[in-house]
Structure formats: C-alpha cells, structure tokens
C-alpha cells in the first residue's frame, strides 16, 4: 500500500529544503511537542465524556490516520481505552529492522531514511518526555495500529464509540468513501471528529514555510503561493477541497452537528492577492480559516440499528 504523494516532480533543492524546515520544526519545539499533545489529548477526553458520556477507559476509539508516532492511539492506551490506530503508512514508534524494512516496502527508501533519522533524533526524546509529563508509561509494545486505508475499512458496523481523525482528510483521495465508512463504524450512540486543514488556508498547501507564518514569516514566494504560481511545491498528495465541499459530502454520508474553525493570514492578505484568488474562485472566508473540526454522529442511525 503506497502512502499518497502529491504525483508532482518535486526538486532536490525543495526536498532538501523541506528536510530542513522540518528540522527547524523539532529544534523550535512546534513539531513534537509534549505538552501541546497531552493538553490536546485531555480536551479529546473531555469531549468524549461530554458527547459520548462513556468514560475513556470504557470507549472503543479508532485513531484514523493515526501517524506514524501513532501519539493520541499511545495516549489513549496509557488511558486504558480499547484503541486502534488505522494508516497507509507504517507506524515507526518501534523503529526497528523490520519495521525499516517494511517502510522501505510501502513508502520507498527515502522516506524510510528520513524515518529512521526522525525517530532517532527526535521521536525517542519526544517519547521520554511524553511518558514523564503524562505521568504514565507509554504502552507501545501492546498498541494495536494496522495499515489500512480510510476509504475501506476492516472494522464492522456500529463498533466505535469515538472516530478520531486529525489533518488526515484533506490528504484522502476520496472523501466521500472515508465519509461513509467513518460513518458505518461509528455506533449510533458515537462521536466523529473530524480535524479538516483546509487547502485554500495560507498554510493549506502544505509548505513548511507557510505553516506558522506569524511566528516564522516566510521570506520565500508570495503568501497563497500555493493557490498562485505554486513555486514552492511539496510532496504531499492534498485533495484540495474547499469548506463547503467538504459540507457537501458529509452532508451525504454523515450528521455534522457542529463546526469550530480557527482562522489565521488576515494581515497576509493583501487586496491583490484577494482580487487575483477571487477570480479564481476562493472567497474571503475560503482563504481565512485555516482548519475546521466537524463533530459528527451517526446518520441514518435506525438503519444501523435495525441491523443489529
Ligand atoms: C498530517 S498526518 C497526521 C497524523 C496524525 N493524525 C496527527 O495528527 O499527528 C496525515 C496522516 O494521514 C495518513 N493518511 C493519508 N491518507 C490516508 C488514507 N486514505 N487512509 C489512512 N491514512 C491516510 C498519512 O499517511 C499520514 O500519516
């Protein structure tokens, strides 16, 4: 199974630039960051208290594109939930021969280098600090992650109480597929969150360098430099979906019954910029909001039940 890649040649120069930007990442703290993850990780619990009003170490969770440091599958096992972590990349937590092998296999030589030198420099300490400010040991040797793509899942109808899937749909080739198996999965007592970034944000395209542009101004290309010339292109496959064609699907496959949004750029957007992405289609609200979460229930849910 080959993870997704954006299909476009993509220079030595970008990649080595991007290896680069990514290592600044983890140097700065913005990548791999401990507490961020766990501050995170306790707003999921509460929502699954609140929405699903089981307790975490009772719920059956799927972690959909859970990584490959697989971080919130690992949390919610120091939590005791029964968690399954579902990718089309290999998981490297336990970086081992096999594993290098296997990576090497699915996502070719590179990527399994990069890996390899990623889970050395950075994951190992990314780990330690997880399990010490969490104050729980990070059970990797009994988590369940198994490579499957989110467009067919293996998992029988009504058997999750929580869908988890965070900046993994705006990488799916077909959402409406993912949308209709999440929606099968979850139980008709369940809750999908589903964390969309979306692409015409100014960090949507992906781009290192555009993706924390207050704390780190990119000095390369023009903001939206993905939505204009793409100069600078990456080597991510993005399905390029706007807000409302996401509301369009899901509105098909699954009960949206609230959006949060975050929203970043406004100073970047000069009047220029705006009237040239205008005519191309994106509105202001289009190229402002920067990611979605849909909380999501079951739709249809007396179909499902009946079936039981
Ligand atoms: C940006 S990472 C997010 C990882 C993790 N959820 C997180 O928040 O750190 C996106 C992940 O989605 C996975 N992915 C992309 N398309 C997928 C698909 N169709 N099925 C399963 N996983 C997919 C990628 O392999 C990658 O690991």
Not at 78 to 83: E, L, N, Q, T
Not at 109 to 138: G, N
Not at 202 to 210: C, I
Not at 278 to 297: A, M, N, P
Request: charged share 25%.
């Amino acid at each position: 199974m080959k993870a997704a890649m954006s299909g476009q040649k993509i220079s030595l120069i970008h990649r080595l630039s991007s290896s680069l930007n990514i290592l600044r990442a983890y140097q700065t703290g913005t990548f791999g960051n401990a507490e961020s993850e766990i501050n995170f990780h306790k707003q999921l619990c509460e929502i699954i208290k609140t929405y699903v009003m089981v307790e975490v170490k009772e719920a059956k969770i799927l972690d959909l594109g859970c990584g490959q440091t697989a971080t919130q599958t690992v949390l919610f096992k120091a939590d005791r939930a029964d968690v399954i972590g579902i990718d089309m990349e290999v998981p490297t937590y336990k970086m081992n021969l096999k594993t290098f092998i296997l990576v090497i296999r699915t996502n070719g030589v590179e990527r399994a280098i990069k890996s390899l030198l990623r889970h050395l420099l950075f994951d190992k300490r990314f780990f330690s600090k997880l399990s010490l400010q969490y104050r729980k040991t990070l059970p990797f040797n009994q988590l369940d992650t198994r490579l499957m793509n989110a467009t067919n899942l293996s998992f029988p109808d009504n058997y999750f109480d929580f869908v988890y899937s965070s900046w993994v749909f705006e990488h799916i080739d077909n959402v409406p597929a993912a949308s209709k198996e999440v929606n099968r999965v979850l139980k008709p007592s369940g809750i999908a969150w589903i964390g969309v970034h979306l692409f015409p944000s100014l960090s949507g395209g992906h781009h290192l360098d555009w993706i924390w542009p207050y704390k780190y101004p990119s000095n390369k290309g023009p903001a939206w430099d993905h939505l204009l010339d793409n100069k600078y292109p990456v080597n991510t496959y993005l399905n390029r979906l706007c807000l409302d064609q996401y509301r369009e699907i899901f509105h098909e496959y699954i009960d949206v019954f609230d959006e949060k949004f975050t929203y970043e750029g406004e100073k970047f957007l000069t009047p220029e910029i705006e009237k040239i992405l205008q005519h191309k289609g994106y509105t202001r609200e289009d190229l402002l909001i920067q990611t979605v979460i849909f909380l999501c229930r079951k739709k249809d849910k007396h179909i499902y039940e009946r079936k039981r």
